[in-house]
């Protein structure tokens, strides 16, 4: 069965600091995987995505992920957050094999302190 | 400029009363999404539809309704039968089911 889990579903970081929100997946093959931001009462923006072309992925404001395959992992991380930065953030697979399905992770809400 | 609306920002529903949210794309897509977002939750999909003419149900269906008669339209009737339907309603497209889905604003449905 395919599955996205995001292992918090809150995270605290003071401005200034890094920022590390994790997600692990379940899959039997490569997926193509993406991080999305979601401010309050707004759509999904896209931060990243992974499609097998490199592991080290690079996105929007300063977020980049790394894709491990053998940890089946694809965490998000920020060297240095942001007060703008506090969102919800959702995992997805999309799984492409018998089928394409996407699948959202719970999200994690990241709270960002002065 | 390039993107997907929806509307209304807000949508207010009377018991026994059908509503319709709209979504427009004009990205040229062919694949398009309907989503709901309940608080603490990931968004879980009610349908969706990859080409004109055709549409097929997610997993919540129940109580809902769409048409895609145009391309660049995908709405959504939440009909009575949907019996808890306050919720965040978000609409999407991509060019296919593989490829990265772009999100509308959402709207967001109330029940009076």
């Known amino acids: 069965a395919q599955s996205v889990t995001q292992l918090d579903s809150h995270v605290s970081v003071s401005e200034g600091t890094p920022v590390l929100l994790r997600c692990n997946y379940s899959?039997?093959?490569?997926?193509?995987l993406f991080w999305y931001v979601q401010h309050p009462n707004k759509g999904l923006q896209l931060l990243l995505k992974?499609?097998?072309?490199?592991?080290l992925v690079k996105g929007i404001n300063g977020f980049e992920a790394e894709f491990k395959k053998s940890e089946t992992s694809f965490h998000l991380t920020k060297p240095s957050a942001h007060m703008s930065d506090a969102a919800e953030y959702f995992c997805?697979?999309?799984?492409?094999?018998?089928?394409?399905?996407?699948?959202f992770g719970a999200g994690t809400r990241l709270f960002v302190k002065a | 400029d390039g993107g997907i609306t929806q509307s209304p920002k807000y949508l207010f529903r009377k018991e026994g009363q059908n509503v319709t949210l709209s979504c427009e794309q004009n990205?040229?897509?062919?694949?398009m999404y309907w989503y709901r977002q309940d608080p603490g939750q990931g968004l879980r999909l009610i349908y969706y539809s990859q080409i004109v003419n055709d549409f097929q149900k997610g997993d919540i269906a129940e109580g809902y309704s769409v048409s895609r008669e145009k391309k660049e339209s995908f709405p959504l009737t939440v009909t009575s039968a949907q019996k808890n339907p306050t919720a965040f309603y978000l609409c999407?497209?991509?060019?296919?089911?593989?490829?990265?889905?772009?999100f509308g604003p959402g709207t967001r449905l109330l029940v009076l």
């Open positions: 899959s039997s093959y490569s997926p193509s």
């Open positions: 992974y499609t097998s072309a490199a592991t």
């Open positions: 990205l040229n897509h062919d694949a």
């Open positions: 999407a497209s991509s060019t296919d089911r593989r490829e990265t889905q772009y």
């Open positions: 997805v697979v999309i799984k492409n094999t018998g089928g394409f399905k996407t699948i």
